[in-house]
């Protein structure tokens, strides 16, 4: 799950997307690449408290099968992180495939699992450079704004270059949009402008999760929107992406 540009919803939708593939009967495994934390607070962990974290995994060479942590969602665990993991940028930088740690530590799991969703930070730093090298798909969440559509152009350029220099198989596969608000004429120009596209367009998934308080009361409360308010709009919309997400991988 990626974009450049900050806020709109990568976080949101990564757990949310995650908790509803489990529902689905999916075994799901996140993997909170930021170092706020945010994924990991959003399903019950608090992250300062953490013994282990990705931290661990990307600088001493942790197996990521020990830094896992079931959630309260039946199908649905997360490698977690916490601040830690800001020190990491700098400290990959000296270390041989500095690049490649991620996707080495996920070959060791990924049997175990039919989706690893990874959160990244909204910077192009080593983190996010580890999760793009460890990827097969890139999943844009997106703002229904016209600023989110140029942070989409950034990605794209990012995308091309790390597909030709460490990872040939990586693209981008979906556009999901969110923080839609149906009252406001700049949403729905937004979401035509973006289907519309000849690149994003048919990559676009027909559902638009609209901007909803539950969906951001949730992360508060430690729980994904679809066990904090299950028959909320939100957790409607969030259920439908991942049907399909899921139909798309198929």
């Not at 060479?61 to 039946?74: F, G, I, S």
């Not at 990924?110 to 793009?132: E, K, M, Q, R």
């Not at 790390?162 to 949403?187: C, E, F, G, W």
Request: charged share 20%; proline share 6%.
């Amino acid at each position: 799950m990626a974009n450049q540009k900050g806020g709109v919803g990568k976080t949101t939708a990564t757990v949310n997307i995650g908790a509803a593939l489990a529902e689905l009967g999916h075994r799901v495994l996140i993997i909170d690449l930021d170092p706020q934390g945010n994924a990991s607070s959003s399903l019950g962990l608090v992250p300062a408290s953490l013994q282990v974290s990705v931290y661990d995994v990307l600088l001493q060479d942790l197996p990521l099968e020990n830094c896992v942590e079931a959630t309260a969602v039946r199908g649905l665990f997360i490698a977690p992180s916490n601040l830690n993991l800001a020190g990491a940028e700098i400290e990959l930088v000296p270390m041989m495939g500095r690049e490649t740690r991620l996707r080495r530590a996920i070959d060791g799991v990924a049997d175990h699992y039919s989706f690893v969703l990874i959160d990244c930070p909204p910077s192009l730093g080593l983190l996010t450079i580890n999760a793009l090298t460890a990827a097969d798909e890139v999943l844009v969440p997106m703002q229904c704004e016209y600023i989110a559509v140029e942070g989409m152009v950034q990605l794209d350029q990012n995308v091309d270059l790390v597909r030709a220099n460490l990872n040939p198989r990586l693209h981008i596969s979906m556009v999901l949009l969110q923080m839609y608000d149906a009252r406001t004429k700049l949403s729905q120009d937004v979401v035509e402008e973006v289907r519309k596209h000849p690149t994003w367009g048919p990559k676009t998934l027909k559902t638009v999760i609209p901007r909803t308080v539950r969906v951001a009361e949730a992360p508060s409360y430690g729980k994904p929107v679809i066990t904090f308010d299950p028959s909320s709009v939100g957790a409607k919309a969030y259920r439908e992406a991942a049907k399909e997400i899921a139909a798309w991988q198929e």
